[in-house]
């Protein structure tokens, strides 16, 4: 099987609001079971060393802060998930200018219109 490929992330738009919460429990439910296992470790290092078990039992203590903090967190900044389109030259046109040079800056001009409430068009008085 096919390992399958990251889409490209070609907008700026923001992830789904849906999307980004099931990232968030996914993290905190991750972060619980660290705590859990941890616990469960401390448990067992203080029947040999008492020092290093209450040190491991203190951090699975403080560990549910975090994992709420992170939780609570906005979307990330940056994502490594998702791999950009970076365009490959600065300036650099898709399709060749009509008359195969340089365009200048086009101007598109208009006569002024308004409509009414109706939708009926109606020309700007001159």
Known sequence: MMKRERPHL???????????????????????????VLLVVAVLVARANVPLGIVV?????????????????????????????????????ALPAPDGGAMGPRVITADAVIIDENGATLRAKE
């Open 57 to 93: 039992g203190v951090l699975s203590a403080v560990l549910p802060g975090f994992a709420v903090v992170m939780a609570n967190d906005g979307p990330p900044k940056s994502s490594k998930y998702y791999r950009r389109v970076v365009p490959t030259g600065a300036g650099e046109r």
């Open 10 to 36: 070609v907008t700026e738009a923001a992830v789904s609001p849906v999307e980004e919460h099931k990232r968030r429990q996914h993290r905190y439910l991750l972060t619980m079971i660290v705590r859990m």
